[in-house]
């Protein structure tokens, strides 16, 4: 049974920290491209970082400079630190796992919400 499941998030303040985790399990965590995507309210989820299993890693421009993604492969757990909050970064973060070879074996997390306070 695959399981992703986010933990770290939380209330802020602007210009406040958090780091989300993602721990994965049922997985060859190793061969999967893992995301954050960020999900609001009358808003569609989008993709806010996003690290292959190569380690490249691509950021959303409302965000680089501020967030890193990482992984670590002998845990199956993926990171997103997150600095300098802004309220805009408000939302419910997503982890999301795909299988280099094949795309369609796709698994999702359920969230886990962060709020920024102006």
């Known amino acids: 049974q695959v399981q992703l499941v986010e933990s770290g998030g939380g209330s802020v303040q602007s210009g406040g920290s958090l780091r989300l985790s993602c721990v994965t399990s049922?997985?060859?965590?190793?061969?999967?491209?893992i995301s954050w995507y960020r999900q609001t309210p009358g808003k569609q989820r989008e993709l806010v970082a996003r690290?292959?299993?190569?380690?490249?890693?691509s950021y959303d421009d409302s965000v680089k400079g501020r967030f890193n993604i990482s992984r670590d492969n002998a845990k199956n757990t993926a990171y997103l630190q997150m600095n300098n909050l802004k309220p805009e970064d408000t939302g419910i973060y997503s982890c999301?796992?795909?299988?280099?070879?094949?795309?369609?074996?796709?698994?999702w997390g359920h969230g886990t919400q962060v709020t920024v306070s102006s």
């Open positions: 999301n796992a795909e299988n280099q070879n094949r795309p369609s074996y796709t698994y």
């Open positions: 049922g997985i060859n965590f190793s061969i999967y491209h």
């Open positions: 690290i292959r299993s190569g380690r490249l890693v």
